[in-house]
């Protein structure tokens, strides 16, 4: 939700602002704007929609300056319009901010400097930040920061500017990422770390409470209280490049053929020598702490959650203790009963979900164990959580997620045969072969990208005029048709919808007619024929039907429409593959009916607001 920039340093901000903003428009793209300062004044430059519509204003020459901020904005309060967009400025121009997060007490503030006479220009929240340091600015920009942090309540990150003070950035963090980039007599500021990584890995990460003032002698970081904080600098083991396109002509798409490379990354190093066992290193759990838990809650949103979905049947299956899954949006509004004696397990790719991390908190409050399935290290969710494993997907750009949601899948195996282990439900047997399988994975997708994209490609051309899809699966089937769905409506905006199989026939039976495009995920032999019977259902009813199903499953193949295959493996690993030809094909159905595939409308990489 908004990504903001800042730099202080001798080289020409403009462009390290420009070029910060397009690694962070993943986050929002409403409206995108830059302030620099120049001689004696700010100048700020805005305009509604994407970062290209800002390009078209800046030129080579304009504006000037070696210190200033920048913004990309995901709405929320006021339209997406020039004056609500970032920068704001007070009064009379002399105070720059650009901020991240609800300021939820703005418009008791609002009346109140409105009273005395301060006049706002736009809707948003975020103004009133701006015209309180004019209140409060008594030739220190830092201080007057302090005495206006003490006035809000909300979640926010900001950067200030004060024209009297033209060397100098404050930056404030509570409940909203920001990091801070080192370099030699350089600094950056930015909401996450890809708006850095072309020009460092060495960054702080602010933690909440926490302000920054950076000049070009250094930064000095404090709390809002004014204590001095000692901190170590974080290195980042990302490589730029992972946050370029490298020749492809989206992030989602490089990202679908990062997935066999992200999928080694997370098995590395988890793994004994002889393949016998898996291995947490980071984790402290004893065989006696997992033997306690009664109960799993896996909590998470979107994509994320649909990991957890399909880690209930892991779960269950190799370490016989029940699982609940839920939405983290509605976790902690239904006092969900969780003791000591319970695990909480919260999935985020960005680390930062505002309802993921809530749902953290509540689970904690409550006394049990939390812990956190993450991507981007050191951001929040991780570092509240009790216990941390990382999925090392590298970062996801693409606001639809693929390689991130793969790797959750993979190191949601690898933890169920893990725990498996502590708890003695599993043989040596066992895991030995579902270790050999795990292995596979990242071939078996490399091999299966090659094999089926091209036919996946056309496949796209019988979506692209439809206004609906549907998808069916049984057991861990279901949970991919759940993402499979959910990436076709996120990207291409044709409505789509995933149901049980065998739940169709309660209702949504009614919505299926003749050409009606339904994908069968049919992988799971031990409950095919039940899933034949579903597929037989539909197209009784005269629909289309697409089978992702394994190879060699001639009975099914014969009698759907469309058939892609993925390669065989154990029954309880097949998700991993199943899900691959689902995003190649919500990727090529949304190109050829021209959507914006890396940016789609209304939605955003990080959703740090609730
Ligand atoms: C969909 C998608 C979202 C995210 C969700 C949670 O493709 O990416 O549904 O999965 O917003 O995000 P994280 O994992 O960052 O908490």
Not at 175 to 183: A, E, F, Q, T, V
Not at 243 to 259: C, D, N, P, T, V
Not at 313 to 325: G, S, W
Request: with cysteine.
């Amino acid at each position: 939700m908004c990504g903001i920039v800042g730099y202080i340093g001798d080289s020409t901000a403009r462009s390290i602002l420009m070029d910060g903003l397009n690694k962070l428009e993943y986050r929002g793209y409403d409206s995108a704007g830059i302030a620099l300062y120049n001689q004696g004044q700010v100048e700020v430059y805005k305009q509604v929609g994407k970062l290209e519509n800002l390009e078209q204003v800046i030129t080579d020459e304009k504006p000037q300056g070696t210190v200033g901020v920048g913004h990309t904005r995901w709405a929320t309060h006021g339209r997406p319009s020039v004056p609500n967009s970032h920068p704001h400025t007070g009064c009379d121009d002399d105070f720059v901010v650009v901020h991240n997060g609800i300021i939820e007490n703005y418009l008791q503030l609002k009346e109140e400097l409105q009273e005395g006479e301060h006049l706002f220009t736009s809707e948003t929240d975020t103004e009133v930040i701006v015209h309180l340091i004019e209140e409060e600015y008594r030739g220190n920009l830092e201080s007057a920061v302090r005495r206006v942090v003490a006035k809000l309540e909300g979640s926010y990150a900001f950067v200030a500017m004060a024209v009297q003070e033209p060397q100098k950035l404050v930056a404030v963090r509570q409940d909203s990422p920001l990091i801070i980039g080192l370099k030699d007599q350089e600094y950056f500021v930015a909401s996450d770390i890809p708006a850095v990584l072309k020009h460092t890995k060495d960054v702080y990460i602010l933690d909440d409470e926490e302000m920054a003032v950076v000049t070009q002698n250094g930064v000095e970081l404090s709390t809002v209280e004014g204590e001095t904080v000692d901190k170590e600098v974080f290195t980042v083991d990302w490589d730029p490049g992972m946050a370029e396109k490298s020749g492809y002509e989206h992030f989602m798409l490089k990202e679908i053929h990062e997935q066999p490379e992200a999928l080694r990354r997370a098995i590395s190093g988890r793994l004994s020598n002889d393949n016998s066992q898996v291995i947490f290193d980071e984790l402290n759990l004893s065989p006696a702490e997992i033997e306690k838990y009664e109960k799993i809650y896996i909590v998470a949103c979107g994509t994320a959650y649909h990991s957890g979905i399909v880690a209930k049947y892991l779960l269950e299956d190799l370490v016989e203790i029940p699982v609940e899954v839920d939405i983290a949006s509605e976790f902690r509004y239904r006092d969900p009963l969780l003791d000591e004696n319970t695990l909480a397990i919260v999935v985020s790719q960005s680390g930062e979900t505002a309802d993921t991390l809530a749902a953290l908190r509540e689970a904690k409050s409550k006394g049990a164990q939390v812990l956190a399935i993450g991507n981007v290290v050191g951001s929040t969710i991780p570092r509240e959580a009790d216990q941390v494993v990382y999925i090392h997907a590298g970062p996801e750009i693409a606001v639809a997620s693929t390689k991130a949601y793969i790797n959750m899948l993979m190191v949601f195996y690898l933890l169920s045969i893990y725990f498996a282990q502590l708890k003695g439900t599993i043989s040596a047997t066992r895991t030995e072969e579902l270790i050999q399988a795990l292995k596979n994975l990242p071939n078996q997708v490399a091999q299966l990208i090659k094999d089926s994209e091209d036919t996946i490609a056309k496949l796209a051309d019988s979506y692209v005029d439809q206004n609906s899809a549907f998808f069916i699966g049984r057991g861990v089937d279901y949970a991919i048709a759940l993402e499979g769905a959910l990436k076709l409506k996120e990207i291409s905006y044709i409505y789509a919808e995933a149901y049980a199989a065998g739940e169709l026939k309660h209702g949504t039976l009614a919505l299926i007619e003749e050409d009606v495009p339904v994908i069968a995920i049919a992988t799971q032999e031990s409950i095919m024929d039940k899933m034949f019977s579903n597929i037989q259902e539909v197209q009784a009813r005269e629909a289309h039907v697409t089978g992702v199903v394994l190879a060699g499953n001639e009975e099914v193949t014969r009698s759907l429409d469309r058939v892609i295959e993925i390669p065989s493996t154990e029954e309880i690993l097949t998700s991993i593959l199943t899900v691959v030809p689902l995003q190649l094909l919500a990727y090529y159905v949304a190109l050829k009916r021209g959507c914006d595939i890396d940016q789609p409308r209304n939605l955003a990489k990080s959703v740090t607001v609730e």
